[in-house]
């Protein structure tokens, strides 16, 4: 038994049948992680202690013919965004270098619940605020399918140690495409639920209008597993739905034969790498092929998306980072004299680049005289966005898109861009806008077998048409 390779299913079976233990499974992906993450930096922190005593647990209720539940003995991985208590969590910036959160993220907290064995920390892009997982404080990711290129941000680490087989499942999180471009530039599953679908506590804040957690997975049902695991109420999140959880799993072999799937052309335009788009179209009409019907939709505000949400987003920011101040739990400056000195150093010293341009483009937004004239301005334009959607899902059951407009590019490509560093996200960002859910399922490779990702967005609190649509794709192809 391959046990790096497995499925969901295959690690809970192979540890409630014995002929395996969590134990060995934990094991042998540290091993994995020990033999191929020099070269990749998917993780930040390895927590090995708290894995092998959930892994033991484990297997005391195996032993026991205990019915073990559903992620029983699953290695995971979390993106270091999320608190996990006792465990060094420090949203990939050095002003959180040092710091170790007093409980867990709820996410992280009901994955363990169901069982998964948590490895470790995933590398990530600045508080999730990039596209290529280089704005790291600690190191870059690399794609293991070409060392050279990115694995996509902001959730890289997550994507890649899935993709490299570090680990069955990762959670990531996603503000305007971190779930599901890495996803598709490392050639895996990556899943966005709906808004307020799956709590939101103890997520490091990034825009708290556009943040979601979600699953990356090597297969559609092991990301139905684990949504199912994490989704509903949560009464530490007041933007947490209380509305009841489907069984997605349930949802995923209903035949698809006359859903009807709509193609925006607004996004297969300029811009859009002609392999890309070929892969894409190859996927709709394999879709079509399953009985789908494939209906022409306009989403005319999509030319505004980048804009609205480089000001929601960066206005968000602005608001939340204000925290790190050297005061509390942050980095602290030495040798400062006065409190001004401590709260210039301590925030210069410990965020990076990207995360200085983010804050001072939002606090340029909401500052007085401009505040109607860029926040308040791209807010309407959000609207708008949101009644694209909800008048194309009057006609459709699902969209289909390109989830990115090229395969994986170089490291250090776009770097010195941050305009085309942006653009990469020009297909998701409007999901988050909306508060739609949204899935990357691989539909292809380039000559370079670089993999590359089809987007399907769906209604609100409707993951099961996407999932079902995906998991038909996924059997199909």
Request: include cysteine.
């Amino acid at each position: 038994m391959d046990m790096t390779s497995l499925t969901i299913d295959a690690a809970r079976s192979g540890v409630q049948e014995r002929k395996t233990t969590a134990l060995a499974l934990a094991e042998a992906h540290y091993a994995r992680i020990q033999k191929e993450d020099g070269e990749i930096g998917a993780f930040l922190t390895l927590c090995k202690e708290r894995a092998l005593e959930q892994a033991d647990r484990i297997d005391h209720m195996a032993a026991e013919g205990k019915p073990l539940p559903p992620l029983a003995g699953v290695p995971v991985a979390i993106k270091d965004v999320m608190s996990t208590r006792g465990v060094r969590t420090t949203a990939g910036s050095k002003i959180l270098s040092h710091y170790i959160p007093p409980y867990d993220c709820t996410a992280v907290a009901r994955m363990e619940a169901a069982g998964a064995v948590v490895l470790g920390k995933t590398n990530c892009d600045e508080f999730a605020m990039g596209s290529s997982n280089e704005n790291s404080a600690f190191h870059p990711v690399h794609n293991p399918r070409d060392l050279s290129r990115v694995p996509g941000g902001s959730s890289g680490g997550s994507a890649a140690a899935v993709a490299a087989d570090m680990a069955v499942v990762a959670l990531g999180s996603d503000t305007g495409g971190s779930i599901r471009q890495p996803a598709s530039f490392c050639g895996v599953v990556g899943l966005m639920p709906t808004y307020g679908r799956v709590s939101r506590y103890g997520l490091i804040a990034f825009a708290s209008s556009l943040d979601h957690i979600g699953p990356l997975a090597r297969t559609v049902k092991d990301a139905a597993i684990v949504l199912r695991t994490i989704a509903g109420r949560d009464p530490m999140d007041s933007t947490s739905a209380d509305l009841p959880v489907p069984d997605y799993v349930a949802e995923l072999d209903k035949p698809v034969r006359g859903l009807r799937l709509g193609v925006a052309k607004e996004y297969f335009g300029e811009g859009l790498d002609d392999e890309v788009r070929h892969a894409v179209e190859s996927a709709i009409d394999k879709l079509k092929s399953l009985g789908c019907e494939v209906v022409p939709v306009s989403l005319p505000h999509t030319p505004y998306a980048i804009p609205t949400y480089y000001l929601i987003a960066t206005a968000e920011a602005s608001s939340n980072l204000a925290r790190y101040d050297g005061v509390r739990y942050s980095y602290r400056a030495p040798g400062v004299k006065s409190l001004s000195e401590m709260y210039r150093r301590s925030r210069d010293e410990g965020f990076g680049a990207e995360v200085k341009r983010r804050i001072m483009l939002g606090t340029y937004a909401l500052s007085a005289g401009y505040y109607d004239a860029y926040y308040l301005k791209a807010q309407k334009v959000r609207t708008l966005l949101t009644r694209d959607f909800e008048e194309a899902f009057g006609k459709v059951d699902a969209i289909v898109t390109p989830t990115s407009p090229t395969a994986a590019f170089k490291l250090g490509e776009k770097s010195n861009d941050p305009l085309a560093m942006y653009l990469a996200d020009i297909y998701t960002v409007t999901a988050d806008l909306a508060g739609i859910p949204g899935i990357s399922v691989p539909c292809g490779e380039t000559k370079e077998k670089l993999p590359i990702g089809l987007q399907i967005l769906g209604k609100h609190f409707d993951e099961a048409t996407i999932l079902r649509l995906a998991h038909a794709y996924e059997q199909a192809a």
